[in-house]
């Protein structure tokens, strides 16, 4: 806990180079908005704006210092009501931002990516922020409308939005977020960063959560408010629970903390944080969305004849057929890569999200269903490479009565998959195909 210290951070004009699966949340740029208490402004709240372009979205021309990239943002904020009908522009915001790279390749470089900040003063309510990014090159304009809930931090007790991060230097107090909310399994943990606010100094609970959202739900709106997710009727399960004793300073706090969510599987989560009386229960709380990508996709696909093998659930056997077919491992790696990229739901982006998944699927049956064979050539694992993670799983011990099965539910598929353990030896094999009408839920 840092208390009564100020933690200043600098992200002007910063170049990121990130992690190959976590890079951008949307196709063009990926932007972050972060709500908090501005006792300078007059309406006594701002918006913090992180707005991440790669380099790769732009136009560089050659120039005597390099090659350069020019680009102007504007952002509109404008007030919506409680039936998210537009109702005025608040305020517009301008901004030219420059890149400048001594060579040719850093300009197609796929994982450099420009960071800049600017922040919008804005009273407590609902917005849409369009955003546009006009490359002066090109004339090239992108586009992107955001739902923005700024927060009412005038209560004695208020904690500003949550920021994710993707790094944290102690010595310096400088903070690099993670604008695109994109974590990869491999990252071990989640950091975050977080000011309260306070009357006076108190002592309160601080209760951080990770909760994890249901299976194919998709991002939540609205920031992320949980409240909002239930009354939609989409569930969410805890997978990480700290508490800590606090003693929040008077005037602005300011946290970085590291949360030990080490084994998230990939999928939508929130991140909470509460500030919790013991009298009076919560007295505020914020929450963020982000996913969790899978980091191992670059190894699986090192022995490419095995990755050829393991289409064998989405390809035809012509595909198949196609790519084996090549005369050399080069046009054999061609054609792997033409198919995928044939599938790839973003096409724009570095990343092939649809193969992502699969390859995922077959890394997780792998890891939990081998026994006598590979996991994913299995009957679980054919049924978890398919239709991906069970809602549920009731597993039954073997009885005199019967022997060990596992019923995999799939409540947003309307079907049930039962597996039974002939052997005893941990060989479950489908008792009914998965094709058949008997799997049918309703």
Do not use: C
Not at 5 to 13: A, D, G, T
Not at 304 to 329: E, G, H, P, V, W
Not at 391 to 411: K, L, M
Request: net charge negative; glycine share 6%; charged share 25%.
């Amino acid at each position: 806990m840092l208390r009564g210290k100020i933690l200043f951070f600098s992200m002007l004009l910063a170049v990121v180079v990130s992690s190959s699966f976590a890079q951008q949340f949307r196709p063009e740029f990926s932007v972050d908005f972060v709500g908090v208490k501005d006792i300078n402004s007059i309406t006594g709240s701002r918006v913090d704006i992180y707005v991440q372009i790669p380099f790769t979205s732009l136009n560089f021309i050659a120039t005597s210092n390099g090659f350069t990239a020019d680009y102007q943002t504007t952002l509109s904020a404008i007030e919506i009501d409680d039936g998210l009908q537009y109702r005025n522009l608040v305020q517009t915001k301008y901004w030219e931002s420059k890149i400048i790279t001594d060579t040719y390749i850093e300009t197609q470089g796929k994982d450099l990516f420009q960071l800049n900040t600017q922040s919008i003063e804005l009273a407590s309510g609902s917005y849409v922020f369009e955003m546009q990014i006009s490359d002066n090159n090109s004339n090239q304009v992108l586009i992107g409308e955001f739902h923005v809930t700024v927060r009412d931090f005038s209560a004695p007790v208020s904690i500003s939005d949550i920021t994710l991060l993707e790094s944290y230097d102690a010595e310096s107090f400088s903070i690099v977020p993670l604008v695109d909310q994109r974590l990869t399994t491999a990252d071990g943990g989640i950091q975050i960063f977080y000011e309260t606010y306070s009357d006076v100094e108190r002592e309160l609970t601080i209760v951080r959560e990770v909760l994890r959202i249901q299976k194919d739900a998709g991002v939540p709106e609205l920031n992320g408010m949980l409240d909002t997710v239930v009354r939609r009727g989409v569930s969410a399960s805890v997978e990480v629970r700290e508490e800590e004793l606090s003693i929040l300073p008077a005037g602005r706090g300011q946290q970085v903390v590291r949360l030990s969510a080490d084994d998230l599987k990939v999928g939508t989560y929130l991140v909470r944080v509460s500030l919790v009386d013991p009298v009076d229960g919560i007295l505020d709380m914020a929450e963020k969305s982000f996913s969790t990508l899978w980091g191992g996709l670059d190894a699986h696909l090192e022995d490419i004849d095995n990755a050829i093998s393991q289409l064998a659930y989405i390809a035809k056997d012509k595909d198949l057929k196609f790519i084996r077919d090549a005369q050399s491992t080069l046009e054999r790696l061609d054609r792997f890569r033409e198919f995928w990229v044939k599938r790839d739901p973003t096409p724009n982006t570095v990343r092939n999200e649809r193969m992502e998944e699969y390859y995922y699927r077959v890394d997780s049956a792998n890891r939990h269903y081998g026994a006598q064979q590979a996991g994913w050539k299995t009957d679980r694992g054919y049924i978890y490479v398919t239709y991906g993670e069970p809602d549920h799983i009731q597993r039954n011990n073997h009885s005199f009565d019967y022997e060990p099965h596992e019923v995999w539910v799939y409540e947003r598929l309307g079907r049930q998959f039962i597996f039974v353990d002939k052997t005893g030896f941990g060989d479950f094999d489908l008792l009914l195909p998965a094709w058949d009408e008997r799997t049918r839920l309703y």
